[in-house]
């Protein structure tokens, strides 16, 4: 594989030493790999906003990327480790659900668990597999060593149950937030596409969005705001989202994930 990428997304953190410790793994068997960071800040063990931060970010890395997830709340147990292989991607990591928003988006899709233990890293333990299994086994992938080498094709691999907005009748839709960033912007799960479903274009601007039992105004950007209101837009991943200007709107108006949230015809 030429200059093989392979993304790293974690809730490890960085105050521990969880993170280097995979990469000197990975770099030790292939100097020639090119390690990115798409977050080790996901909440601890919170595999739901994981398999989020992976669909957001998946398909902005080039073809043959490996993508390597470790949110593992059920490590060390039963648990398979599983190497899925798409028609662009690889992705490596947990059979606990963490994959469950990107494999619906691939043509093809093949799904190994993880047997071949020679291509493991020797080590004692049973609460460090991302050191031990997923860092080894996404470096020699990295290097070219054949998928079928790896482990055997299954179909039962875990599924989330991710929550959809619902088209109510021929005017609503009702969906919820599923992820606030750091700056408090609160994200929910209505896609545009689902909005342009019930308008019959993509025009936003003929719509009306509840929180909390009340209507939000709705802007195309956010310095089109210049007060400290509570707003709506559409952001940069098509999903509909709350904010406040330079505020954090979560904090500001007590809004948490699975709230629930309107969008209806005028």
């Known amino acids: 594989m030429d200059n093989p990428i392979i993304t790293l997304t974690t809730d490890f953190g960085y105050k521990d030493p969880f993170v280097g410790i995979m990469k000197g793994i990975i770099l030790d068997i292939n100097p020639a790999a ?35 997830v470790v ?60 050191r031990d299994i997923f860092a080894p086994i996404a470096a020699w ?24 907005p619902q088209l109510t009748g021929t005017n609503v839709i009702d969906g919820e937030v599923i992820y606030i960033d750091r700056f408090g912007n609160t994200m929910t799960n209505i896609h545009t596409e689902k909005i342009s479903e019930m308008t019959g274009s993509n025009s936003e601007n003929k719509i009306k969005v509840l929180i909390k039992g009340k209507e939000i105004p709705f802007k195309t950007y956010y310095s089109q705001v210049k007060d400290t209101g509570l707003y709506a837009l559409i952001n ?31």
């Open 236 to 266: 940069s991943f098509g999903y509909l989202e709350f904010f406040i200007r330079n505020g954090n709107a979560a904090r500001t108006h007590g809004i948490k994930v699975g709230e629930k949230v309107g969008v209806m015809l005028p």
């Open 71 to 130: 949110v593992d709340p059920g490590v060390g147990s039963a648990r398979r480790p599983i190497l899925a292989i798409t028609e662009d991607y690889f992705f490596i990591g947990p059979d606990n659900g963490v994959f469950s928003r990107v494999f619906p988006l691939s043509e093809r899709l093949l799904v190994l668990h993880i047997t071949a233990s020679h291509y493991f890293l020797k080590k004692d333990g049973s609460t460090f597999q991302g």
């Open 141 to 164: 992938l990295s290097k070219g060593i054949e998928i079928t080498n790896f482990g055997d094709p299954i179909t039962d691999f875990k599924k989330l149950s991710i929550p959809s």
């Open 34 to 68: 090119k390690i990115v960071d798409i977050t080790h800040g996901i909440s601890p063990q919170n595999i739901s906003e994981a398999a989020l931060t992976l669909e957001m970010s998946f398909k902005t890395f080039s073809h043959n990327t490996i993508h390597l």
